[in-house]
C-alpha cells in the first residue's frame, strides 16, 4: 500500500483519479469543519499561556519533530520555560492526560513524546485533547506550550504557526487526502506565520507558490552514532565504505536512508510503517552486519545490550543569519501576549 500510494502521490502515476471523489467528500469535510470553528459551533480552548503550533498539511514525516526539538531549546536559550503537547502517536490510547519522560513506555505514551521528553528535558505532556493537555502543562508552570503536530488541531487557539514542508518530496501531485498526500489545501499556507522546508526543495520554481518560494530552508545533519547500550558513540564517518542494516518506522524513511548514504554507507533498507512497534526479533537479519536506526526507533528498544545496534541523532542545521530575525519575531509576539495575559 505504502509503495502505491507513494507513487499516486509523488511519482505522477495517474490512479489517483478514481480517488478524487473520495478527496472530495474529504474537502467537503474539512471544510464544514474548519467554518464551525470560524463561526463558535464548535468551542475552542485558549490557554492562558502563548501556544505555537508546528505542524504540517501532508501525511507523512516532514521533519516536525527536530525542529519541535530545536525551538524548544531556543525558547529556553531566551528565558521561556517551554512545554510540549503531543497527541502520542502509536502509543495506547489515554482518556486522561499523561506526563512523559525519557524513562516512559513508548507503547504508551508515544514514540515521539518519549524522544523530545529526552531530547529536550522540558515537560512534555500527551493527549488526544491537546487543549486538556495544554491546560497540564499550564499548571505545571510553563510559559510557552509547543504544539507538535497540532496545525490541524483547531479547538487549541495559537498564537504562532509553523508549517513544515519535506524539501525532498514537496507537496506531491497537490491533492487532497486521498488521492494526494495534503491533509488541507494549499492555500493554507498562506494563512500560517512561517513556512520551514526540510532540505533543498526538488520541485521547480515555476511549480511553487510564492509562499513555498520565500520558506526558510533548514537541514538535518547526522555526526555521530552511539550504540543503544551506551558502550560507545563514534563519528558516522567511521561507517563509511560498509554495509548496514537501515530501519526506519518513520513518516519518509528513505529520508533516513539518503543520509546514511551521503555518508559513504551501504545500506539494506528496513522502511517500516511510522510509529510501528519494534523489539530485537524485528532485527534479526541472519548476518553480522551493524544495525542502523532513527532515534525514534531507539527509544523503542531500551534495555538492548547487543554492540550491533546503533543509533543516529540529527540536529536541525539552519542559516543564523535567516533565524536569528525570525526567532526575534517569534520572540517579540510571545512577550507581548505574556504582557497581555
Known amino acids: 500500500m505504502y509503495k502505491w500510494l507513494h507513487r499516486v502521490w509523488y511519482e505522477g502515476a495517474s490512479s489517483y483519479q478514481m480517488l478524487l471523489p473520495l478527496s472530495g467528500l474529504y474537502w467537503l469535510l ?3 469543519r474548519r467554518c464551525m470553528f470560524r463561526f463558535g459551533l464548535l468551542g475552542r480552548y485558549r490557554a492562558t499561556v502563548p501556544v505555537v503550533v508546528v505542524g504540517n498539511i501532508t501525511a507523512g514525516g516532514t521533519g516536525k519533530t527536530p525542529v519541535t526539538i530545536w525551538l524548544s531549546r531556543e525558547f529556553r536559550e531566551r528565558g521561556f520555560s517551554p512545554g510540549i503537547v503531543s497527541r502520542g502517536y502509536g502509543g495506547s490510547r489515554s482518556t486522561t492526560s499523561m506526563r512523559v519522560d525519557s524513562a516512559s513506555d513508548p507503547n504508551v505514551v508515544g514514540d515521539e513524546p518519549v524522544l523530545l521528553a529526552k531530547k529536550t528535558g522540558c515537560p512534555v505532556v500527551v493527549d488526544a485533547d491537546r487543549s486538556r493537555a495544554a491546560q497540564m502543562l499550564v499548571d505545571d508552570g510553563v510559559n510557552v506550550i509547543i504544539a507538535d503536530d497540532g496545525l490541524q488541531h483547531y479547538r487549541l487557539e495559537r498564537s504562532y504557526e509553523i508549517c513544515v514542508i519535506d524539501g525532498s518530496r514537496g507537496l506531491g501531485n497537490r491533492l487532497l487526502l486521498p488521492a494526494g498526500p495534503l491533509r488541507e489545501t494549499i492555500d493554507r499556507l498562506g494563512q500560517v506565520d512561517q513556512v520551514l522546508i526540510n532540505g533543498r ?5 515555476a511549480e511553487l507558490t510564492v509562499v513555498e518560494q520565500n520558506a526558510i530552508e533548514f537541514e538535518l545533519i547526522a555526526e555521530e552514532v552511539t550504540r543503544l547500550n551506551g558502550s560507545l558513540t563514534r563519528p558516522i564517518a567511521r561507517f563509511a565504505g560498509t554495509t548496514v542494516h537501515g530501519v526506519a518506522a518513520i513518516g519518509n524513511p528513505v529520508r533516513f536512508f539518503d ?3 551521503t555518508h559513504g554507507i551501504q545500506v539494506i533498507e528496513h522502511a ?6 519494534l523489539d530485537v526479533r ?3 537479519f541472519g548476518d ?3 544495525i ?3 532515534e525514534k526507533d531507539a527509544v523503542k528498544l531500551k534495555g538492548t545490550t547487543s554492540d550491533k545496534y546503533w543509533t543516529v541523532p540529527v540536529e536541525m542545521k539552519i542559516d543564523p543569519v535567516v533565524a536569528g ?3 526575534e519575531q517569534i520572540e517579540s509576539r510571545l512577550r507581548s501576549e505574556l504582557e497581555i495575559q
Open 325 to 327: 530575525p525570525w526567532l
Open 292 to 294: 542502523l536506526m532513527t
Open 30 to 32: 474539512i471544510t464544514l
Open 201 to 205: 526543495t526538488s520541485e521547480k520554481s
Open 282 to 284: 524485528d532485527l534479526s
Open 272 to 277: 517500516l510503517r511510522d510509529h510501528a512497534k
Open 288 to 290: 553480522d552486519f551493524e
Open 259 to 261: 543520509l546514511l548514504r
